[in-house]
């Protein structure tokens, strides 16, 4: 194959310029982009490429921002423009041309991106550009100060003009947040919390500015950005927490959706670093978080995730606990797997401690939830033992956590074993005959197989001070399962053969449903091909190289099967066990 030539240094243009030109000419210069993407992305080959076009651009052979400015029109595909997008991304700081021309060029990429995450990268090329020469104080004259596009670009500029004129950057932030239009009043507020305010006095400036802007009447996202302003200035300046905190508290009383969201991103972000005050009031306003806003739901699952991945337990349960005490549908932790899935990379005893508190604080909402944790995690059984010690339980709330542990984790009995078990070491001697007894029944007698074996597994540690309990627990359950062998099959008890098949078919719908769900939500079967294999044990399939080339894949089939125990009397007798059960988590005073 004929490679393309690559000219030396110091050459009119690096490489591919005739390429670059004609296509060019043809108003067809996307179509060249995505082509080199999609085989020089990130070769030697890719970076000539677009070397060459920086050095057409920039010797006035071409204006390669003409085609970013008509994106809006090209026929290119939406795929293909991220592509194309990213061409620009990596060109744009190296480009020589008017801050007009390329804030033209930037707000069309943007603009053709919509809403897709990736759609920000040609402003992260724009600020490096902005950086260089007096284009920051350009680009501040340039922007329309009432056009709701041109506040992500007050930001840009004063951020770039700040790198080399601080103060300059400062009053200019001011100005804006003192006037009358609201996008320049929101990107100028964004800014001060990311200028570098090195002074005390720079820092009573622009909180006097944000203090002055949240005054009644002020819009909603205004003051959500007002909020964030506040606590990166905190963030930065230890010395000024207790001023931040102030004006945040200040604003909570009006706060609405939108400066919701915009605190609880602000935990997301930065919940790692911010000082324990800003979180406490940053905590407040997100308690009036309305159920309905699922986006702000859901990045209020990753705050707290942000918050324990940091070590910051207390803090991440502050956060969320109210709220989910509060709303049933929350429970499912479905809107919440953030914290779920911070909660569940504790270790098991800090867990164990929470699951607890949980449960022995009768919050039905917060024993779904303790249920539903649990349920979420995957792998061997979860053992959550602990120090019941550490907790300073009575008699009687040892002996109800016990019984709610095993009436909300039934399912999961080697968890609820666990807890139960750390409470019969520190549990005197009534609560230990208590917690034995419903260690038995229900749970023992119905998950007689790991349960059974995970028991004799801790029965051979001497140093347990459970074994007693223990060795009792397995003495009466060989005695139990002998006298039901001893009894032997009664056919009168048997299920019929069509009965037998009624309960065969109805699994088969629910597992068939269960499946049709689980692909539903799957990410991986929203990205591949789904083909029905009538007979086989292996499967063929065909495809092409980039080359054209035509390859053979063959993949052999296999068995996949999974089992679980299923509790034994809720076949034999489902309504008195359903009821026992629903005792054991309405319980508050020991029986």
């Known amino acids: 194959m004929k490679k393309e030539p690559i000219l030396t240094e110091g050459s009119k243009y690096l490489a591919f310029g005739d390429k670059i030109l004609s296509y060019y000419a043809a108003g067809e210069l996307p179509q060249l982009f995505v082509e080199r993407m999609r085989q020089h992305r990130g070769d030697e080959s890719g970076v000539s490429f677009r070397a060459t076009l920086v050095e057409l651009h920039n010797t006035g052979a071409i204006d390669v921002l003409e085609p970013a400015r008509m994106i809006a029109t090209s026929p290119i595909s939406q795929k293909d423009f991220f592509l194309v997008q990213n061409v620009f991304a990596e060109i744009i700081p190296e480009l020589v041309d008017t801050v007009p021309a390329m804030l033209a060029a930037v707000k069309a990429l943007v603009a053709r991106g919509g809403e897709d995450l990736a759609s920000g990268w040609p402003n992260d090329a724009f600020r490096k550009w902005v950086e260089s020469d007096d284009r920051a104080r350009v680009l501040i004259a340039s922007i329309d100060p009432a056009d709701p596009e041109d506040a992500a670009y007050v930001f840009l500029a004063l951020v770039a003009l700040a790198k080399t004129e601080p103060q300059a950057a400062l009053d200019q932030a001011i100005t804006f947040l003192a006037g009358q239009d609201l996008p320049a009043q929101l990107g100028a507020a964004k800014a001060i919390g990311a200028l570098p305010s090195v002074t005390t006095e720079e820092r009573m400036r622009s909180l006097k500015a944000l203090e002055a802007a949240s005054k009644v009447g002020a819009q909603d996202n205004l003051l959500g950005q007002i909020i964030a302003a506040a606590a990166d200035i905190a963030r930065k300046a230890p010395t000024e ?351």
Request: aromatic share 6%.
């Open 241 to 591: 927490v207790l001023a931040m905190v102030r004006l945040i508290d200040a604003i909570a009383e009006s706060v609405g959706d939108q400066a919701i969201h915009r605190a609880v991103s602000t935990l997301v972000f930065h919940g790692d670093e911010l000082p324990a005050e800003i979180i406490a009031a940053l905590t407040k306003i997100a308690h009036k978080i309305r159920i309905v806003n699922k986006g702000t739901i859901k990045y209020l699952g990753n705050a707290s995730a942000t918050l324990l991945r940091h070590g910051r337990v207390d803090e991440a349960l502050a956060l969320i606990v109210p709220i989910l005490s509060a709303h049933e549908e929350l429970s499912s932790l479905e809107q919440l797997d953030g914290f779920a899935h911070g909660l569940l990379q504790l270790d098991h005893e800090r867990l164990a401690q929470i699951i607890s508190t949980w449960l022995l604080s009768f919050e039905r909402n917060l024993g779904e939830a303790a249920r539903n944790l649990v349920g979420d995690h995957h792998g061997d059984a979860l053992v959550l033992e602990f120090d019941a010690a550490a907790l300073s339980l009575t008699e009687n709330e040892t002996i109800v956590l016990a019984h709610r542990a095993i009436g909300y984790l039934f399912l999961q009995p080697i968890t609820a074993a666990s807890i139960a078990l750390s409470l019969v070491r520190t549990a005197s001697a009534k609560g230990r005959q208590a917690i034995e007894e419903i260690l038995f029944e229900p749970l023992l007698i119905n998950f007689s197989g790991a349960l059974s074996d995970w028991l004799k597994a801790k029965a051979a540690v001497s140093t347990d001070p459970a074994l007693p309990t223990i060795e009792r627990l397995l003495a009466r359950l060989d005695s139990y399962l002998e006298g039901l062998r001893r009894v032997g099959l009664i056919k009168e008890l048997r299920p019929s053969e069509r009965e037998r098949m009624i309960e065969s078919h109805k699994q088969e719908r629910l597992m068939r449903r269960v499946h049709k769900e689980g692909a539903k939500r799957s990410v991986l079967m929203s990205l591949v091909s789904r083909s029905v294999l009538l007979y086989g044990t292996r499967s063929i399939s065909y495809f092409q190289d980039p080359d054209g080339k035509k390859h053979r894949n063959e993949m052999q089939l296999h068995s996949l099967s999974h089992s679980f125990e299923a509790p034994r009397l809720d076949i034999i007798e489902p309504f008195e066990l359903n009821y026992a059960l629903r005792v054991f988590r309405t319980m508050k005073v020991a029986p």
